[in-house]
């Protein structure tokens, strides 16, 4: 069984992301660089990935719908959510481990490149980095916290209060993971 890296697929390959044109092509690309283990872990759902498939299809029946003839000399993807101006309507999801594929700076390089892009950045609770890390690889950036409700709910309380000094501006409060789920494969690649 690998180790808990897995084996690369392909080592010492690297990638032009100027020609990474969708989402697909970054998971592509990832299925060459990462170690096997690594990749399947990272691109895998839970028990019989239902929720993963769900998912993927759900997000297939949304649609940009153009529209023509109308006045585009002011078109803007700003916005603003609870009076933080972003350059465009998206964020960085809560994923924990980013260590995993960038083993230097972790949450702390994404938080900064969320922070030049001027999008929302949410540190997972399971970060590879510290709160106070990541708050200062991105100090403009807009963040919010990811909190889980810990049996101990002093520690959950004293998390939170961290992220809170370090100058997040929200929480996004987990409440749905009991427990982690069984991956499939993580068992067949001996990914614990």
Same mark, same amino acid.
């Given at each position: ?27 592509? &690309? ?27 299809? &759900? ?75 990541? &708050? ?29 000094? &370090? ?26």
């Amino acid at each position: 069984m690998p180790s808990h890296g897995g084996t690369s697929s392909s080592a010492h390959t690297t990638v032009n992301v100027d020609r990474l044109l969708n989402v697909d092509d970054f998971q592509v &690309a990832a299925k060459r660089i990462l170690p096997v283990a690594r990749y399947e872990y990272l691109a895998s759902g839970t028990d019989d990935e239902q929720t993963l498939h769900e998912n993927r299809w &759900a997000f297939k029946r949304w649609f940009l719908r153009p529209r023509m003839m109308r006045p585009i000399g002011r078109i803007t993807t700003r916005t603003s959510l609870f009076g933080e101006t972003m350059s465009m309507p998206v964020f960085v999801s809560p994923a924990g481990v980013h260590g995993l594929c960038e083993p230097v700076g972790g949450e702390c390089t994404t938080a900064s490149t969320c922070d030049d892009a001027n999008v929302l950045f949410c540190l997972s609770q399971h970060s590879t980095r510290t709160i106070e890390q990541v &708050a200062r690889a991105a100090p403009n950036a807009t963040k919010w916290y990811q909190a889980y409700i810990l049996k101990n709910r002093a520690v959950t309380l004293h998390l939170v209060q961290r992220a809170v000094r &370090a100058g997040y501006k929200g929480i996004f409060l987990t409440v749905d993971s009991l427990r982690f789920g069984y991956r499939e494969a993580g068992d067949r690649n001996g990914f614990n």
